[in-house]
């Protein structure tokens, strides 16, 4: 029976040490980190949006910091959540309905031709993605646009889409399942 | 830490080359389709030639959608150093421009032109540049890139690209290893056209004056081998070196580890230990645009697999569709359950999702095996950790760790593992007894991993373009307050300072009275024709809003169909006044487009207001 | 017509998949068994056909439970091959309870709680084995000697026999099976030394007995040679890498040597401990488990070192004459520790210091 014991307490103690060791590892080789609203304005999509019921990313970012909910964000998604718990050291949740639902990337479209150039866009839009001047029609720096939506609202003529990214071959994620297949039309020789 | 050229010199002369780790021995299933010389096929009715089929820039369309061209003609120009220009491969007529489903295993499309032959074949004016030494190294570097010449072997870089390298050359390395099953296009081509391949070697030679040229071929192409090495005898420094078969010993790092022990660093180029790498295909190709001025218009594919009733090697035109080989080689329907149709080898290339892909410059295979020829892979089982695959991997690679990761989604611990190391060669897979699709894995990771880059680049961007507007709004704010603030105090100083201040201002006042009005008379009476313009825009403008307005109501009662009827009615007579007068505009009076303007303001505010109402009574 | 079918590369496959795999390994015990066979008695093969049988049915119970698609992971074989490393490392005519407990545990416990095949940290085997020999220690030490050395001949109805009742068909115990001629009861060669030792004898004294020819114990010699061939037809046919039992062979060797060299009358000689007990066997078969073993080559040969070290340490010291077991669960702990820090250097990389 003491032998049973000792074994038992052997095992353990190797257990032991071995986890230390690999737990000394994690610490050792972990990176010095910025404050905490830093990272998580880090991890936050930057859309600026402000879905989450706050003006843009970086607030939320503080109000997460002082004990708010990480599933506020619609256009991070589930990634961002996964991120946020990690870094918190707390559960993912699934995200908040309430602020909305993760959808595909979109950038805003503005149809030129409809356009009165009023500017409500421009005044609209927290990252300066519209160019245009007063009376002249105006346009989306696809590139600079983060797909918040709020330019589309303020424009009394209803000229700006919300149009999902096209995805190119540079950008496909091998997703095989909802692709368009052929088939050989070849007559029988 | 790597041979030196004397060594490595030494080890050539001897015949006794080094190894890369790992690496599969696949059966080569070449005799199917290498026994035969490469035939014509006949030219098909369309051509489609997607406009960007190298790695770099974009380049410009210099044809239109009716134009006739002639083989050989550029299709496009650019002035970036990063772009090839495509060629006619035949001649005939552009009847589209569009997108079209592109030779990639997203099966996406991509812009292609396409060419309606007229069967003639009509040559575009040829510039060699036969006396090549002759001219200046530019010139000639210029002309491969005329050409249209990017690498033929796998990913296709453009050639002239590296072909202008400052960085002196110790290697100029011919790749006819040709490691993949089945293929046998680079053999036929070492066989059949050994001369002019060496043609295009000395064309490199000349321009890149490397120490010493290598010729690589796997041992399992005695043939090929041979015609080789007749074809450089004379040339000093080339040398012809049989390799061990061994799969992917044809890659680029392999092969330069094989030949000279030598590592391209990660992230580094060949040039960096020395070394530069063509594809005996690329050379062939070298050769017809300098020495006959033919651009790059065809190369041989082979057409493989045991669905195919006659496997062989074609010159295919660049945009014949696979459809028009398939039919050339037989391609027998009741061979395969599931069709399939493999771009490339079996170990590297893409599935078609459609046989109306073209033929493209790196297209070297096409691949349609029988019943039981390749397995269909079966679902995966769960890793064993038996380390087959790591046992296999030409990189040194752990793939059971990076597939775990990457499965995962924790690709920070993927890219720890160096998953962007990986060459994407399959051997993993192909040894995996769980029959995991481990390379599949990879690149859904790798593909995240560069998704997720490019949006942390934009979230930067964007927050940075974010705090900027806000630090300018409030700037404005401030500065705004401040002028306030100034006029304030500047006013009061007057007031006490000058008693005759309010006189002053009564007098300025009277003076801007008069003045308005005297304007007012001026636009009432004498400026009408000058200002229709204008006013005839903000009608337009005011029945844009009125339009957009109803437009708003419109979607608004749809979803609230069930609320108040009162509200939307309202708002619909009132949107559609205004649209009618604004119609009618043109003939009327500036008066009445007032009076247009001041209806559609209001059909606005109502829009809105019953817009609010119905989202409120929603929300309720 | 059928659409075309997308998938994504390698479109190739060796056709090797785990159910070979396995298949392969069970093949290659073949030799050593009929070893066993010649030598033992039929028991062992009753043993396997107890031990598979119990394997597979709780594995087909617990992945029907856990409703995964049964047929498939049956086929892997991995259930039949934990059963059979099991059935030759317990003792030949062990009774029949041990066998079924063993192969449960080994499945349900140590194998599909933690995730089943893939999933494991130890190696089903050898944990079913350690937690036998901790609860049914009479049982699992009762291993009969060579045959040749018996006086009761022993056929296989005697064998089957035995290992349902707990007598031969004419009535002997294990226990009386066990006598030698000279009517004392013998042990395996190890066992003998270990009680040797322990009762003050020096080695060369404890290996006259009658179960040793000069130091290599009689029966255990040959079945030790039958499985190293096994094991050499594994490396050959390139299931497993010579990298962990060579490692482990010659860490053992060297353990010993050192021992042997400090004191030839206290500690057995390197061949000695090579020949008898079921180090081969383990080295071959038992700490190649893909799953639990580590997975870089560096790892493999610590890995591999460390288990012969530890097997002839607890040989030395410990309280069980055999220690295979022991040793490769004891590494098992080690594996992820190893694996993270023998990771290979990728191509066009710096050493890392
Ligand atoms: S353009 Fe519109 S959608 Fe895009 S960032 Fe600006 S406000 Fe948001
Ligand atoms: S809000 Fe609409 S109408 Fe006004 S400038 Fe922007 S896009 Fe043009
Ligand atoms: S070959 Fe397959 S089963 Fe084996 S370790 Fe690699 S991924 Fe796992
Ligand atoms: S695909 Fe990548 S991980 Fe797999 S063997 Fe090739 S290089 Fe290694």
């Known amino acids: 029976m003491t032998f049973t014991l000792l074994a038992i307490l052997a095992f353990a103690i190797l257990a032991l040490c071995f986890g230390a060791l690999l737990g000394y590892a994690a610490i050792k080789f972990k990176v010095q980190s910025d404050p905490l609203v830093d990272q998580i304005d880090q991890i936050l999509p930057q859309t600026q949006c402000g879905q989450c019921g706050y003006p843009g990313c970086r607030p939320y970012a503080e109000a997460i910091a002082n004990g708010d909910e990480i599933n506020k964000c619609p256009p991070g998604g589930d990634a961002t959540i996964k991120e946020l718990a990690d870094l918190m050291g707390v559960d993912a949740k699934p995200l908040d309905a309430a602020h909305g639902i993760e959808d595909v990337k979109k950038v805003a479209y503005i149809r030129e031709d409809e356009c009165i150039g009023c500017t409500k866009c421009i005044q609209a839009c927290p990252v300066d993605a519209i160019l245009g001047a007063a009376k002249h029609m105006h346009t989306v720096i696809i590139d600079e646009c983060t797909g918040c939506d709020l330019c589309v609202d303020p424009c009394p003529v209803d000229c700006i889409d919300m149009v999902p990214l096209a995805s190119s071959s540079q950008t496909w994620q091998w997703n095989f399942e909802n692709m368009t297949v052929g088939d050989i039309p070849v007559k029988q020789v | ?620 | 017509m059928s659409k075309l079918s997308v998938a994504s590369s390698p479109h190739h496959h060796n056709g090797r998949d785990t159910g070979a795999v396995m298949r392969i390994v069970m093949l290659a015990c073949i030799p050593g068994m009929l070893a066993q066979v010649w030598f033992f008695g039929y028991g062992v093969l009753i043993q396997a056909l107890i031990c598979i049988s119990a394997a597979v049915l709780a594995e087909i119970a617990i992945v029907e439970l856990r409703k995964k698609n049964t047929e498939r992971i049956i086929k892997d074989y991995s259930a039949a091959l934990a059963g059979l490393l099991l059935a030759i490392s317990i003792p030949p005519l062990a009774p029949w309870w041990i066998a079924v407990i063993g192969s449960v545990f080994a499945i349900v416990i140590v194998k599909q709680l933690y995730g089943g095949l893939g999933y494991n940290m130890f190696n089903p085997a050898m944990a079913a084995y350690v937690m036998l020999l901790i609860s049914f220690p009479v049982q699992m030490t009762s291993w009969l000697p060579p045959t040749t050395l018996t006086e009761q001949s022993f056929s296989l109805w005697d064998a089957i026999h035995t290992i349902f009742t707990g007598y031969t068909s004419n009535g002997y115990s294990v226990e009386q099976l066990r006598a030698g001629v000279d009517g004392i009861t013998m042990a395996t060669p190890l066992d003998h030394m270990k009680t040797e030792l322990l009762q003050g004898f020096t080695v060369q004294e404890a290996i006259t007995a009658d179960i040793f020819n000069g130091s290599n114990g009689i029966g255990w010699t040959q079945v030790a040679i039958a499985y190293l061939i096994g094991g050499v037809v594994l490396i050959k046919a390139k299931v497993i890498n010579w990298h962990i039992p060579i490692s482990m062979i010659i860490g053992a060797l060297i353990t010993a040597s050192i021992l042997y060299m400090i004191d030839s009358s206290l500690f057995g000689s390197p061949w000695l401990h090579l020949i008898n007990g079921s180090l081969i066997m383990g080295a071959f078969f038992i700490a190649t488990d893909p799953v639990s073993a580590a997975t870089t080559n560096k790892g493999r040969i610590i890995f591999g070192a460390l288990i012969g070290i530890w097997i002839i340490l607890i040989r030395a010291w410990g309280n069980y004459p055999d220690a295979v077991a022991f040793a490769v669960i004891l590494m098992n702990m080690a594996v992820p520790l190893i694996d993270y820090y023998t990771k290979p250097r990728t191509y066009g990389h710096k050493v890392k210091k």
């Open chain 2, 1 to 620: 830490m790597f041979a030196d050229f004397d060594l490595v010199m030494e080890k050539l002369a001897t015949k006794n080359l080094w190894d890369f780790p790992g690496g599969v021995h696949p059966h080569g299933y070449k005799t199917l389709s290498n026994t035969s010389p490469i035939a014509n096929v006949s030219l098909p009715e369309k051509l489609y030639i997607p406009v960007k089929q190298h790695i770099g820039v974009d380049s410009e369309l210099i044809v239109n959608v009716g134009d006739y061209v002639k083989a050989g003609q550029a299709l496009t120009q650019s002035h970036s150093p990063f772009a090839v220009p495509i060629h006619a491969s035949s001649s005939g007529k552009v009847v589209d421009i569009s997108n079209h489903v592109a030779a990639h295993a997203s099966g996406l499309s991509e812009k292609t032109v396409v060419i309606e032959l007229d069967g003639l074949d009509a040559q575009y004016e040829l510039h060699p540049l036969l006396d090549y030494t002759k001219y200046e190294k530019t010139d000639i570097v210029e002309a491969i890139c005329q050409a249209g010449i990017s690498g033929m072997g796998g990913a296709g870089f453009p050639t002239h690209l590296k072909s202008n390298s400052n960085k002196p050359v110790e290697f100029l390395i011919i790749n006819g290893v040709e490691c993949e099953p089945y293929i046998s296009a680079d053999d036929r081509l070492m066989r059949e056209h050994a001369w002019q391949i060496r043609q295009g070697i000395d064309v490199l030679v000349h321009l890149l004056a490397p120490k010493q040229v290598i010729i690589a071929v796997e041992d399992n192409k005695p043939d090929a081998l041979e015609t080789m090495s007749i074809a450089c005898q004379q040339q000093e420094n080339y040398q012809v070196v049989s390799i061990p078969t061994k799969y992917p010993a044809g890659g680029e790092k392999q092969l330069i580890q094989v030949l000279t022990s030598r590592e391209v660093p990660s992230n580094g180029l060949p040039i960096d230990v020395g070394c530069l790498m063509y594809n005996v295909g690329t050379c062939f190709a070298i050769a017809d645009a300098i020495i006959e001025g033919k651009p790059l218009t065809k190369r041989v594919v082979t057409l493989t697999g045991k669905a195919l009733n006659k496997p062989q090697n074609v010159w295919a035109l660049i945009g014949t569709p696979v459809s028009h080989l398939l039919k050339h080689a037989e391609y027998s329907p009741t061979e395969q359950t599931y069709p399939r149709i493999i771009m490339g080898g079996p170990m590297m290339g893409f599935t078609l999702s459609s046989v109306q892909v073209p033929v493209v410059k790196t297209t070297n295979c096409l691949l349609s095996p029988s019943e039981g020829e390749l397995p269909n892979i079966e679902d995966e089982r769960a890793c064993i950790r038996c380390s087959a695959c790591a046992d296999a991997c030409p990189v040194s690679l752990l793939p059971q760790q990076m597939f775990w990761y990457s499965k995962a989604k924790e690709y920070e611990t993927a890219e720890e593992y160096n998953l962007f190391d990986c060459i994407e060669c399959g051997a993993c897979a192909y040894v995996c007894p769980s029959e995991i699709p481990l390379v599949h894995y990879y690149r859904i990771a790798k593909s995240e991993i560069s998704q997720q880059k490019i949006e942390k680049e934009k979230a930067e961007k964007a927050k940075i373009r974010f705090e900027t507007r806000n630090d300018r709004l409030l700037k404005e704010k401030k500065a705004r307050e401040e002028k306030h603030r100034l006029a304030a105090e500047a006013r009061q100083q007057a007031m006490k300072s000058d008693t005759n201040a309010k006189d002053k201002i009564a007098a300025a006042l009277a003076r801007a009275k008069a003045k308005k009005a005297a304007q007012h008379a001026d636009a009432d009476t004498s400026v009408v024709p000058a200002d229709t313009k204008v006013d005839d825009k903000k009608a337009k403008i005011a029945a844009a809003i009125a339009r957009a307005s109803a437009k708003k109501a419109a979607a608004a009662k749809k979803t609230t169909q069930n609320t108040s009827e009162n509200a939307p009615t309202s708002t619909n007579v009132n949107a559609e006044t205004p649209e009618v007068k604004a119609k009618n505009n043109e003939s009327e009076s500036a008066e009445d487009k007032k009076k247009a303007k001041i209806a559609a303001a209001i059909a606005r505010a109502k829009a809105k207001k019953a817009k609010a109402k119905e989202t409120k009574n929603n929300d309720e």
